[in-house]
C-alpha cells in the first residue's frame, strides 16, 4: 500500500459526458501527478500540482483539467467524454518535486467511455 | 528532451534462471532513472532508484540495476527469477526538477515453471 488513494475504482459512462476523479496523497507529500495509461500510448503523464499550484503540463487534452485544494488532494475533471479517452487513470505523490523524489502511485481508477 | 528505450517488450524465462530486462535512456541532464513493477490490475511500485550516487543500485524482491553513463543504459537484473515476479516493469527518467518524468513502454517479464 502506497499510501495513495484513489477515488473511485471503476467508473464507466457514456460518449459526451463529464467525470472527476479524486487523488489523496500520501501524508506530508506536496506534489500530485496524472497519468494515463492506455494500450496504444502506454503511461503517459498528463499534469502536475505543487503545493495547490499547477507546476507542469505533459500530454494533457483541454478537455481535461485539474486541481489541487488547500489540503493537497486532487481532482482531474474530465469532460466531452469519448471512447479513446477509456484508460486506467493513476495519480502520485512525491514529498517535493525534485528529480530525485521517488513518486509513489495509487491504484489507479479504471475509466470506461461506452 | 528525454526518452527512454525498453529493447525487449516481452522477456520470458524459466523460474530460478537469471532475469536482464533492458533500458537505455536519454537525457541532457544528469538523469534521475527508476525502475517500477506493475503487477496485473495493481497499481505501480518503485523496485529501486538511481540518484547520482553509487553506480549500482540495489532494489526490493532482489532486484539490481547499474547504471552506466558511458552506455546510457540502466539494466534490471535478478540473480533467479520467482514466479511472482511476472509483471510488467518500466524504465523511467526523470530530470529538470523532476518535471518530467518519462516512462518506458514497458516490458512484460513472464516466468515459466
Known amino acids: 500500500d502506497s499510501g495513495v488513494t484513489q477515488t473511485p475504482k471503476h467508473l464507466i459512462t457514456a460518449t459526451g459526458q463529464r467525470v472527476t476523479l479524486r487523488c489523496s496523497p500520501r501524508s506530508g507529500d506536496l506534489s500530485v501527478y496524472w497519468y494515463q495509461q492506455s494500450l496504444d500510448q502506454g503511461l503517459q503523464f498528463l499534469i502536475q500540482y505543487y503545493n495547490g499550484e499547477e507546476r507542469a503540463k505533459g500530454n494533457i487534452l483541454e478537455r481535461f483539467s485539474a486541481q489541487q485544494f488547500p489540503d493537497l488532494h486532487s481532482e482531474l475533471n474530465l469532460s466531452s467524454l469519448e471512447l479513446g479517452d477509456s484508460a486506467l487513470y493513476f495519480c502520485?505523490?512525491?514529498?517535493?518535486?525534485?528529480?530525485?523524489?521517488?513518486?509513489?502511485f495509487g491504484p489507479g481508477t479504471r475509466l470506461t467511455v461506452l | 528532451a528525454q526518452s527512454v528505450t525498453q529493447l525487449d517488450s516481452h522477456v520470458s524465462v524459466s523460474e530460478g534462471t537469471p532475469v536482464l530486462l533492458r533500458c537505455n535512456y536519454s537525457?541532457?541532464?544528469?538523469?534521475?532513472l527508476f525502475w517500477y513493477v506493475q503487477h496485473p490490475n495493481k497499481g505501480l511500485q518503485l523496485l529501486l532508484k538511481?540518484?547520482?550516487?553509487?553506480?549500482l543500485v540495489k532494489g526490493i524482491n532482489g532486484f539490481e540495476a547499474e547504471f552506466k553513463k558511458s552506455e546510457t543504459s540502466f539494466h534490471l537484473t535478478k540473480p533467479s527469477a520467482h514466479m511472482s515476479d511476472a509483471a510488467e516493469y518500466f524504465c523511467v527518467v526523470s530530470d529538470l526538477g523532476g518535471q518530467n518524468f518519462v516512462f518506458g513502454p514497458g516490458t512484460r517479464l513472464s516466468v515459466l515453471p
Open positions: 502520485a505523490s512525491s514529498h517535493r518535486q525534485g528529480s530525485t523524489d521517488t513518486q509513489y
Open positions: 538511481y540518484t547520482s550516487a553509487a553506480t
Open positions: 537525457s541532457s541532464y544528469s538523469p534521475s
